[in-house]
């Protein structure tokens, strides 16, 4: 039955890869499972009632995302997203509401994003889905492939303690002799070596063996093995649709709209043109039903109470290592699940190490890291860069849009948005005023312009 229905043979995988693939992609974005409560209980949010819609919703969306587009592509809460609903969308509804009401902010901003994605449901029904994958040209295609691999990659080194906050510089070198950089440091190269060889399995063996040596170096702690479920109830239906319906909430609206449009579209050109799925004339088969199902999931996590559910970057670790098929969704759904019952043990691999990194200009830094997750996210990033090579460079009208595309993402606070709205609007302007108009797209002078408003209205 799973061979007709996700067509493992046509696919050219097998139950044991799509397995290994599903428990991959988990392991290595299992760290929102311990950032979204954080996050979101710093704005007034139950941290406990976050962390089981976390896993309900990423659960959801990812079984939804591999039973509608038979793609690996897992879903869940979006970095990022979560901080400008925490940091952004409930600051401003609070100062509309006043203080005797402020309470009830984080509950309009789930109504906002809840009609965010209602908006984006109605929009995944139409053609428009479909042409805006095809509008979007070639060279910037592989430019956000590059750009998101390059932000997995930075994100990583940041994890790791490899690199840190700088004045003057932004960022600089961290403590090399310091324990958790030491541990990102092998763990990045045994994965290296592994993968070098071509062995099935290099990331999770990897992600293994450093875990094990970050045991041994008082890094990651045994933390028990179960632990029951907290109560859903405080987040659970709590949105408050009417007050979000508010002429002043509509750019609190719109903007949860974009983010979500064009971080599903990034992640789902640049991780399917990683795995292969791109059609030669730039098309995605299924991209309809993968907007769809991500717009679905946005809908559903509101509902149980987490912000913005989007398709994950971190799938290309599943990817790299074999996973084509929704088959590797149904395992990652399914630990998702699991983890609500197993909290303590995720948590040694995925929670943050508190570290005070003493540099070596004499400053000391207190950093939370993840040095077992961050190997995988370099080893990922840097098997996303080969889609480089297959940008025209010698066209500077497609050079420069890429470029910019690419550098963006990961220096503009890890959004993928900001390096397609660079992309794009560089790719208008450029092409237009050196007289290859013809080569753009409608839709993509279209949605330059909307970049253009958003960012006069920021």
């Not at 290595?28 to 009632?49: E, K, R, S």
């Not at 659970?236 to 508010?246: D, F, M, R, S, T």
């Not at 570290?355 to 400053?363: A, I, K």
């Not at 794009?424 to 237009?432: A, E, H, N, Q």
């Amino acid at each position: 039955m799973l061979e007709r229905f996700f067509k493992l043979s046509e696919n050219h995988t097998t139950l044991r890869t799509e397995s290994l693939a599903g428990l991959t992609t988990f392991l290595t974005m299992a760290y929102i499972i311990f950032v979204q409560p954080a996050v979101l209980g710093a704005c007034g949010m139950n941290a406990g009632a976050v962390f089981v819609a976390t896993c309900l919703a990423t659960a959801f969306g990812t079984l939804l995302m591999g039973l509608m587009t038979n793609y690996p592509i897992a879903q869940a809460p979006a970095m990022g997203h979560n901080f400008f609903f925490a940091f952004a969308a409930v600051p401003l509804i609070t100062l509309s509401l006043g203080n005797d009401l402020s309470g009830d902010a984080w509950k309009v901003a789930l109504g906002a994003n809840f009609i965010s994605g209602i908006i984006f449901v109605l929009l995944s029904f139409t053609p428009l889905i479909k042409e805006i994958i095809k509008a979007v040209p070639d060279s910037l295609k592989h430019a956000i492939a590059v750009g998101i691999g390059l932000l997995i990659a930075f994100l990583g080194l940041q994890w790791g303690g490899v690199v840190v906050d700088a004045p003057g510089s932004l960022v600089k070198l961290g403590n090399l002799g310091s324990s958790p950089v030491l541990l990102t440091l092998s763990g990045t190269v045994f994965m290296a070596i592994l993968s070098a060889r071509e062995i099935k399995g290099s990331i999770l063996i990897g992600m293994a063996v450093t875990a094990l040596l970050g045991y041994f170096l008082g890094i990651v702690k045994y933390q028990g093995i179960i632990s029951s479920p907290p109560s859903l109830a405080p987040t659970l239906l709590e949105l408050n649709i009417g007050k979000a319906i508010n002429l002043g909430f509509i750019t609190i609206i719109f903007t949860f709209l974009i983010l979500d449009l064009f971080d599903t579209l990034g992640t789902l050109i640049g991780v399917s043109e990683k795995a292969g799925f791109l059609k030669e004339d730039g098309s995605l088969p299924r991209s309809k039903q993968a907007f769809q199902a991500d717009a679905i999931a946005t809908v559903a996590g509101t509902l149980l109470g987490t912000s913005t559910v989007t398709s994950y970057i971190e799938s290309a670790a599943g990817i790299s290592q074999g996973g084509r098929t929704g088959l590797a969704n149904m395992v990652t759904a399914t630990l998702f699940l699991v983890a609500l019952f197993f909290s303590p043990l995720v948590a040694m691999i995925g929670n943050a190490y508190t570290y005070q990194m003493v540099l070596m200009d004499g400053r000391t830094l207190s950093l939370q890291l993840y040095p077992v997750i961050a190997p995988t996210l370099i080893i990922v990033g840097c098997l996303m860069m080969g889609s480089i090579s297959k940008i025209r460079w010698q066209d500077f009208s497609e050079a420069f849009p890429a470029f910019l595309t690419i550098i963006i993402m990961p220096f503009s606070g890890f959004s993928i948005t900001e390096g397609i709205a660079f992309g794009f609007i560089s790719f208008t302007v450029v092409k237009l005023l050196s007289g290859k108009g013809k080569e753009v797209h409608w839709l993509i002078i279209s949605f330059s312009i909307l970049f253009i408003i958003r960012y006069l209205f920021i």
